[in-house]
């Protein structure tokens, strides 16, 4: 049976029921995007059309593989020890995960039991009642930032959600906050300016990371990309990186 967000819920025979998602890929040895070795899964599917996305093939609701909590939690447990020692622990990542919010809920839930450490990788969209559900079974948020500049140059969105932000001031999470720069897109100085005012004014924020958008994707995205900022971007340099990091710094907050 398939509900409103395209997940598949199968109740198998004398168990109870499971949840089933769709799974773009996993990286069974991560790093950076949490402490220690991770446990990355990247969802399929996301309501956002950014034109500096990555992982377009990652955004519509068809792609992927289905894929139980069940299943998960078998290859997880493989690498538990790694995860243990390291400080490391799962992250949901995507795509938009909170796409997939019963099926996060659930895996969430079966690592808890396991005493292994949760992450969610997100941009922030999602339906609140549904969000601060995850935010119970989540030990750490990694904020994506990047999209926060989209309102400002398209007019199209509410970035950043701030029904999102104050649920996640609510929790007393930890955060970790990422920013991907955009040349001609999110890196005017008084952008920044203001991230970092918001950054700030986060108390949990634990860490912000700079980092630059690899021309690669920018001229992969270049086809189909109709904004002019992004199709014609190039990386910003290494003394674009500092100064802009050192706005981060000058309000006390830890860069990487």
Not at 21 to 29: E, N
Not at 90 to 102: H, N, S, Y
Not at 116 to 136: K, M, Q, Y
Not at 165 to 187: F, H, I, K, Q, T
Request: hydrophobic share 40%; glycine share 10%; aromatic share 6%.
């Amino acid at each position: 049976m398939t509900d409103a967000t395209g997940l598949l819920h199968t109740p198998p025979p004398g168990g109870p029921e499971t949840v089933i998602g769709r799974v773009h890929s996993i990286a069974t040895l991560g790093t950076g995007v949490g402490p220690g070795v991770r446990f990355v899964i990247y969802l399929q599917g996301c309501p956002l059309r950014c034109p500096h996305c990555v992982d377009p093939e990652c955004q519509g609701v068809a792609g992927g593989e289905l894929c139980s909590v069940d299943a998960l939690i078998d290859r997880i447990d493989k690498f538990a020890s790694y995860m243990q020692i390291s400080g490391g622990g799962i992250t949901v990542a995507g795509a938009e995960p909170l796409a997939q919010a019963d099926f996060v809920r659930a895996l969430f839930r079966r690592c808890r039991e396991r005493g292994i450490a949760t992450a969610l990788d997100t941009g922030g969209t999602g339906n609140p009642f549904v969000v601060r559900s995850i935010l119970h079974l989540t030990d750490l948020v990694v904020f994506d930032v990047t999209n926060f500049a989209r309102f400002r140059l398209t007019g199209e969105g509410t970035v950043p959600d701030r029904r999102f932000v104050r649920l996640l001031r609510e929790s007393g999470l930890p955060v970790w906050l990422r920013l991907a720069l955009v040349p001609g897109w999110n890196d005017d100085p008084d952008h920044i300016e203001g991230l970092a005012d918001f950054a700030a004014n986060l108390p949990q924020v634990e860490r912000i990371e700079v980092v630059p958008f690899h021309r690669l994707n920018a001229i992969e995205l270049r086809g189909r990309c109709p904004t002019a900022a992004v199709r014609d971007a190039t990386p910003p340099g290494p003394p674009q990186i500092r100064a802009l990091r050192n706005i981060f710094r000058s309000r006390g907050l830890r860069t990487a």
